[in-house]
């Protein structure tokens, strides 16, 4: 743990290194520990009858046929299936008011014990209007309903990790030790800095709670593990995973831990964990989006009926690439645009004879999903032919490794690439940073002083187009872990290395 500018003394503890205690509610009493079974199995203790009525018909069923846990989880917050999202059932969630944020979103008034007994057996919410009609309308007795409430009352309550009396704990990974470490710990300092003068979050104030991401994804997801469990943070902002360890994501679940804006060179929302998403909140787009905007680039620039787009890729590609140029022929068909789909060996077969043919067949525009390597070759044909052709890549790596091909060859063509960030007067990680913290300090200040793990993921799930410094508006949703669709398409004239105008954001 060291490398944290001595641990941030400099704020006089508002960003430590240290363990903090687990805060954990009562255990349930006799009430909610029969509300539970009722709850979980949709059956009385008592062996009273609990019917579930289902549909416009109200066609009566066994409650255990429809038990709450099926649906909401035995956490109580929600399993999405079948396009049905259902209702976050925790305590703290139920009994805050409902804000919609997202045109047409669902807004209501805090539940108390009777409307949460009309919701459970007349399908209505504190304001009178019906719930889903996926939403079973349950008959049972007075006992069983008072102990199913006290049940509810129960689920959210063992979860004040990370919320202390005048403290709420934020955990993050930074890089391994080094000057990126301390740049970052550096900006970390500036934002909690900003919150402390604005007096806090509601009298609280942030401390930062870190671990240094290792040399490998195992390690770093030992740190990552270790950070959750060992600090006990009420929400995690920005960690740096330069690649998302696949369990990490089932970490955060198992947890309930919500993560905002992993720093990752492949961003975007590409896992879930359990039956449902997990609780990992992803600020930047993932490689596909940035394929579909660049394929969308390319159409507009091409224009109605004009002559066929080139998409070119080696034969042996991996999932990430195989990725995007599915996301790019989605685009290309649902437009009617006609592309000449080519797989090439670039090492074995006549790169000059592919030049020329796609040359012939009035191609103008060729996008290109390849390595470094592989784009080289090309560029070296292409240069050779004299090919006045455009050049379409899905990553800045890729438009870096054509300019240093057109730097040695004398190209002087012109190259797009999309990217999800643009350039600014932050660097790309910095606006990560930034962007993650904007969003993090945003849905505690809706979330209020009776803030908890699943209240975060309740306002995270209700934010919409929530606008940061840097970035383009952010939405999510209880299906969506993605908050930014589309991309930033950059166009560079390769022979100056310089930028044909501002770069233009292209949202899906």
């Known amino acids: 743990m060291t490398g944290l500018r001595g641990h941030i003394s400099a704020l006089g503890a508002v960003l430590v290194l240290a363990t903090s205690p687990v805060l954990a509610g009562p255990p349930p009493d006799d009430a909610a520990v ?8 949709g059956t009385s203790p008592g062996g009273g009858e609990i019917l579930a009525l289902i549909g416009s018909a109200r066609i009566p069923v066994a409650g255990s046929a429809m038990r709450c846990a ?3 989880g035995e956490d109580g917050t929600g399993r999405a299936e079948g396009g049905i999202s259902p209702s976050n059932l925790t305590w703290p969630v139920l009994t805050r008011r409902l804000e919609a944020s997202a045109p047409g979103g669902r807004t209501r008034p805090a539940y108390d014990e009777a409307a949460l007994k009309r919701a459970i057996s007349m399908g209505v919410d504190p304001a009178g209007r019906p719930l889903n009609p996926a939403m079973p309308r349950f008959q049972m007795g007075h006992r069983d309903m008072a102990d199913l409430i006290a049940w509810l009352r129960h689920l959210g309550a063992v979860d004040a990790q990370g919320v202390e009396d005048d403290t709420l704990v934020v955990g993050t990974l930074l890089p391994p030790p080094g000057d990126l470490s301390a740049s970052i710990t550096g900006l970390f300092e500036e934002l909690v800095a900003e919150v402390s003068a604005d007096g806090g979050i509601y009298g609280r104030q942030i401390a930062i709670r870190a671990r240094h991401a290792g040399a490998t994804e195992q390690e770093t997801l030992e740190a990552f593990r270790e950070l959750v469990t060992e600090e006990q943070p009420l929400v995690i902002v920005a960690p740096y995973l330069p690649t998302v360890p696949a369990p990490l994501s089932a970490i955060a679940a198992e947890y309930g831990v919500p993560v905002i804006g992993p720093l990752t060179f492949e ?7 359990g039956s449902g998403p997990a609780p990992v909140f992803y600020l930047l787009p993932g490689r596909a989006d940035r394929a579909r905007a660049l394929a969308r680039r390319a159409i507009e620039d091409a224009g ?3 002559a066929p787009v080139g998409l070119l890729a080696p034969h042996m590609t991996g999932p990430r690439q195989e990725e995007m140029l599915a996301a790019m022929r989605a685009e290309f068909a649902e437009a009617g645009t006609p592309v000449e789909d080519v797989r090439f060996d670039f090492g074995a077969q006549d ?15 060729l996008l290109v999903v390849a390595d470094e390597l592989e784009l080289s070759r090309l560029l070296a044909e292409v240069q050779r032919a004299e090919w006045n052709v455009e050049l379409f890549l899905p990553s800045l790596t890729g438009a870096r490794a054509v300019l240093d091909a057109a730097r040695r060859t004398g190209w002087r063509g012109v190259v797009h ?5 643009a350039p600014g007067r932050r660097a790309a990680l910095a606006q990560g940073v930034v962007g993650a913290w904007s969003v993090l300090v945003e849905v505690l200040r809706r979330a209020g002083s009776g803030v908890s793990r699943q209240v975060v993921i309740a306002e995270l799930e209700n934010l919409y187009e929530y606008r940061t410094e840097d970035l383009p508006p952010v939405s999510f949703d209880a299906n969506r872990r993605q908050g930014i ?12 290395g310089e930028m044909l105008g501002a770069p233009g954001w292209r949202g899906l």
């Open 70 to 72: 099926r649906c909401h």
């Open 267 to 273: 961003p975007g929302a590409p896992d879930a964990a």
């Open 351 to 365: 790169a000059a004879a592919l030049v020329a043919r796609l040359r012939n067949q009035g191609v103008e525009r």
């Open 485 to 496: 669709r589309g991309a930033w398409i950059i166009s560079v004239n390769a022979a100056t």
């Open 417 to 421: 690439a999309a990217v999800p960030v």
């Open 34 to 41: 029969r509300g539970r079974q009722i709850y979980e199995q």
């Open 304 to 306: 109605a009926g004009s």
